[in-house]
């Protein structure tokens, strides 16, 4: 089917050749720079068809109807709350089906940290539709991007959108880092950071929440970065800042208050991870 010449009520922000060309030698947009973006609105016809992929990473947003996507062989068909990320120079097309076409918010992305972003935004392989938990905080991202392309491309324009961009990436990573409502994750997190005056078992928290011990070990280490101890921990001394910063209680006593009986383990402890003392961070300066 051919595409289109437009659709109706369509927005489209494209970025000139020089522009980018300049852009992406620039302290900041070379690092993140958006080279067109826009909004299809039930897109019959919709078809884009690259064998050979192209240079930008493509992000497209569905939020009404459905289609599919090819990328590297792989066809998916996907509806809306969805999002197709598609990093640079893979095979790729995708297009909005016959019967109920796609409304699309989509944009374009080149520069140093793209292939981190979008890995980060958990990609891979074999998975590069992602479900969204908050489909209108990431198509808010894309708005931001092509109202401010709309107006004119000055280079305070492109780094603004640089921005948005990144933040774009950033909130679709964070919505697959953290927990569903009510999910084994979400449940032992909130269960630890109810429990810091007190050690935790990890076998008796899995037990708690319904899953096994290394199963909640994994889903900790991609939440988080480290296991369940170490997320406790890092709660226990948030909480141990907190008080240093804002009351006048002993060392030994917020020692207490997050767990450790013995204050000068847990002196030793929070200097270990803060490398200095209690009293010493206590006494600096802050803000």
């Known amino acids: 089917m051919v595409r289109p010449t437009s659709f109706l ?6 970025i000139p050749h020089p522009s980018i060309d300049s852009a992406l030698q ?4 070379r690092h993140l720079t958006v080279t067109m973006a826009g909004l299809f609105p039930e897109a019959t016809g919709h078809w884009k068809d690259r064998p050979e992929g192209i240079p930008e990473a493509v992000i497209l947003v569905c939020t009404a109807g459905t289609g599919a996507v090819v990328v590297d062989g792989a066809r998916t ?24 076409p796609w409304t699309i918010w989509w944009c374009h992305l080149r520069g140093l940290v793209v292939d981190d972003l979008i890995a980060e935004a958990g990609t891979a392989a074999d998975r590069r539709i992602l479900a969204l938990r908050s489909p209108e905080r990431v198509v808010a991202g894309i708005d931001e991007i092509v109202t ?7 280079r305070a324009r492109l780094i603004a959108a640089s921005g948005a961009a990144w933040k774009l990436l950033t909130q679709i990573a964070t919505e697959r880092l953290l927990p569903l409502n009510g999910d084994p994750l979400q449940r032992a997190m909130e269960y630890l950071a109810s429990r810091l005056d007190s050690r935790v078992q990890v076998p008796d928290l899995a037990r708690l929440v319904g899953v096994s011990p290394s199963h909640l070990s994994g889903l900790f280490h991609r939440a988080t970065g480290g296991g369940v101890l170490a997320h406790h921990t890092a709660l226990r001394m948030a909480r141990a800042r907190q008080l240093l910063d804002s009351t006048s209680m002993t060392v030994a006593a917020i020692g207490a208050d997050v767990g450790y009986t013995d204050p000068f383990y847990f002196s030793r402890h929070f200097q ?12 600096q300066r802050k803000g």
């Open 26 to 29: 620039q302290p900041i947009t």
């Open 9 to 14: 009520g369509e927005r489209v922000a494209v």
């Open 148 to 154: 401010l392309l709309e107006k004119d491309v000055s």
């Open 77 to 100: 068909r996907i509806g809306a709350s969805t999002a197709i990320l598609i990093p640079p120079s893979l095979p790729h097309s995708y297009g909005a089906s016959d019967e109920a």
């Open 272 to 283: 270990k991870m803060h490398g200095v003392s209690p009293t010493e961070y206590r006494s």
